[in-house]
């Protein structure tokens, strides 16, 4: 059965972050390193695209509380599990259902020069883009 993004992700916003956290290999890893490849300087600004829940941020404002971060995310659903999770924050999110191909092909035709991947979990990769 094919969902419409939105609807797939409202359906399951309630335990989305436990489900991430205890059931998806590599995600006690994945987020810290992810995090650990962001910017340190205080007011980085940082484009999370598909923020979901806040839990790249989570991690990312423990290396960088004064980062400035724009998430964005299509599921209202989400966002607002967000803004609770992060009630003191600043969140601008964005996530694509892309493949990792395309999802290097579309940071190549958004300008970025260079697209690597770094590391995968299985499903879950880590791009490098470079301006
Ligand atoms: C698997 S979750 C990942 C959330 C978060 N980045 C994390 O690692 O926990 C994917 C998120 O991307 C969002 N999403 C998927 N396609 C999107 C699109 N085209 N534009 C904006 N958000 C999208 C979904 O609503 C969902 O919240």
Known sequence: ??????????ARV???DEHMRNTIEG??????YTASLLP??????????????????EEYFLVNPF?????????????????????DGEFYHYDTPLTVEHEKETLLAAGFTKV??????ESTHTLKAVK
Do not use: P, R
């Open 116 to 121: 690597e991947e770094l590391g995968d979990w």
């Open 1 to 10: 059965m094919l969902e419409k993004m939105d609807d797939f992700f409202t």
């Open 14 to 16: 309630d335990g989305y």
């Open 67 to 87: 980062a400035k971060i724009t998430g964005i995310d299509l599921t209202e659903a989400m966002l607002k599990a967000l803004k609770e999770n992060l009630a």
């Open 40 to 57: 340190e300087k205080s007011g980085a600004k940082v484009l999370d695209l598909g923020c979901g829940t806040g839990l790249e941020l």
């Open 27 to 32: 995600a006690s890893s994945f987020y810290k």
